[in-house]
Structures are given as structure tokens and as C-alpha cells.
């Protein structure tokens, strides 16, 4: 899943909303491209932007800080509010944005939607935002009498690819996802679902990653400091380096070293969930063969594995998992598993202690 850290752009200020009410506007960052490029600094690939006078008024108002951030970063800049017509998304997509996204024109224009899809295909999503299910346009504020999920059927069949939808109820309230909604909209057509509002958690992240959506948009978080950003990026990612690693077999070898010695303490198996929960906690976690059940190193001696560094080797099925030990790695109280020397009877070597 890909993480995408959210400005919105006021009057030329990065500011947040409450449920898209315009009157709880504040503002959150000084200056747009400073916050663009820490965003990117803490490893941001993607930038989700919303023109806030532009959704509101349907036209363009704050396209020089859009197209700032697109030239002077190296972030892919998604763009929403107040694109109404070719002319605007040809402006946006020939000048460096990398997706547009288009609102209300879904509801009340949804030919357009169709020739800038076939114009310009992956580039453009098409944003949903519901209050009580219903699809809200006009900057949030209108309600139509359009459900979501009808509306994000005929977008699938139009050629729509990546849909963002968003529960104006959760907006901004920092009180996490609609994750029923997402998930039923993520069951009911084949496009990429990015989830918007609410995100507020680390939690909130791991259970949108789980949902096996395509991304989820965070903004309010990063501001106040619930969310590190380079922290919910590595955890959005967590699918994607699973699945990368598992495609041979269902169990992986983990070779367990020392970081700042580098003596290999150990040798366990990791399956999906224990290497996802590896990633996630920063101590590791292990699939017993003989139990058939997850382990967490540690839980119960006390003598547990703080991840350091993770490592895949060339072929992609074995992995090196680099801790800090508290105390013994082995059952037997030795500080590696490996203390039983072979002698080499062949050669002039030896096998280390």
C-alpha cells in the first residue's frame, strides 16, 4: 500500500479541514514546498493535494504551488478540486502532475470523466467522497442523491482505475478510517482504492494495509505529530515486501545476527504473518513448524531480539535478520545457538565456535 501525505491549499496556505466545513479551516505548515520536501525526506513517494478555493469556486486558483512542488521535488503530485474540464486537466497533466483527480465531475459529467480516461488513462482517479453513503459534490457542499457504490460501478465501467474515496464524516476528525465502507467498496469493483479521512493511527494504517487497498491519504496526523511519517510509510509497504518474498514458499529462513558483532546467533522460519509482524513490532517473530504457531523471541525468557536491519538475499528466499540480543539467543542459555564445533578433516580449516 502506498502512503500519501496530504496538503491542502487555502488562500496559499497549507491548512486542514473538519469535515470539509470550510468555517473550521486552520492553517497547519507554513510554506508548501518546505512541507512538500520533508514529506519527501522522510521517504514520501506520492503527494496528495487538494486546491480547497478551486473545489469550491470550479476553477483553478492555486496552480503555482502545485506546479512548484512538481518541479522542485521528486514527489509524484496527485491533484484534486475545481478540475471541471479538458482544458484544466490538460493544463495539470502536461505540466508535471502526475494524476488529477476529478470530483464532481463524476456526478454531474461523467462524459468527461470518460474522455479524460481515455485521453489520459492512469492518470486520472476519480475522487468519491459520502456523507451518510451519499456522494457529496461541489466542494462537499452539495449531497446528491447518488450512493457511493453506484457510483463508483459506473466510474469501473467508464474505465476509471483509481478511485479515492472519502467519509466526509471521518475528515479531519483524527478519529480513523470508515474501514466498512472501504472494504465494501474494495469488493465491489476492480479499481485501486485509496482511502481518505480519519487517518489518524499507526493502527489505522496497519488495518487499511491489511484490507489490501492500493493506498491511504493522511494529512491532520502528520501535523499535530500522531503519525511519523517515515514510520507509516515502511508499514504501508509491509504487503508488498511480503508478497516479494514469498512466491517460492510458504516458510523462509531466517538467519539471526548479531549487529554489532555480527555472530550469527540463531536460525528460525518466518511465514508471512511473523515476518509482517517482524516489520511491524521491531522484535522478531518466528513460525515453529513442530507447534505450527507463531513465536515472538523473547515473550517469555525476556531475551528479546530488537531488529536492527532485515536483508533478502540475491534469490529472494532467504532472509538475514540483523538484532540487537538481550541476553542468550539459545535455549541453553549460550549466547548463539551455533557453539558446537566440526572439525574439518578435509582441509587445514575449521568451522567457528
Known sequence: MILL????????????????????????????????????????????????????????????????IAQKTNL?????????NMETVDYYLQNG???????????????????????YRDQIAVGIDARNEMVAAEGWLDTSNVHYLDLAKK???????????TDIA???????????????????????????????????????????????????????????????????????LTDKYFQKSELLPAIVQEASTGQVLMLAYMNRESMQLTLDTGYTWFYSRSRKELWNKGATSGHLQKVVAVFGDCDDDTLLVQVEQTGPACHTGAHSCFFNEITVTGGTGHAVK
Open 5 to 68: 501525505p496530504a496538503i491542502d491549499i487555502k488562500d496559499g496556505t497549507c491548512v486542514r479541514l473538519q469535515k470539509g466545513d470550510y468555517q473550521t479551516a486552520h492553517k497547519v505548515a507554513e510554506n508548501p514546498l518546505e512541507t512538500a520536501l520533508s514529506f519527501q525526506k522522510a521517504g514520501a513517494e506520492w503527494i496528495h493535494m487538494v486546491d480547497l478555493d478551486g473545489a469550491k469556486d470550479a476553477v483553478m486558483v492555486n496552480q503555482k504551488i502545485f506546479l512548484e
Open 76 to 84: 509524484r503530485v496527485e491533484l484534486g478540486g475545481g478540475i471541471r
Open 97 to 119: 502532475i502526475s494524476r488529477v483527480i476529478l470530483g464532481s465531475a463524476a456526478v454531474k459529467n461523467p462524459r468527461f470523466v470518460e474522455r479524460a480516461v481515455g485521453k
Open 155 to 165: 466510474m469501473e465501467q467508464i474505465g476509471v482505475k483509481t478511485i479515492i474515496f
Open 170 to 240: 471521518k475528515d479531519g476528525m483524527l478519529q480513523g478510517p470508515n474501514v466498512e465502507q472501504l472494504r465494501q467498496l474494495n469488493a465491489a469493483v476492480s479499481c485501486n482504492i485509496i482511502a481518505s479521512g480519519g487517518v489518524s493511527t499507526i493502527e489505522d494504517i496497519r488495518r487499511l494495509r491489511d484490507e489490501r487497498l492500493y493506498g491511504a491519504i493522511c494529512g491532520k496526523a502528520l501535523y499535530t505529530g500522531g503519525i511519523d511519517l517515515q514510520k507509516a510509510i515502511f508499514l504501508a509497504k509491509g504487503n508488498a
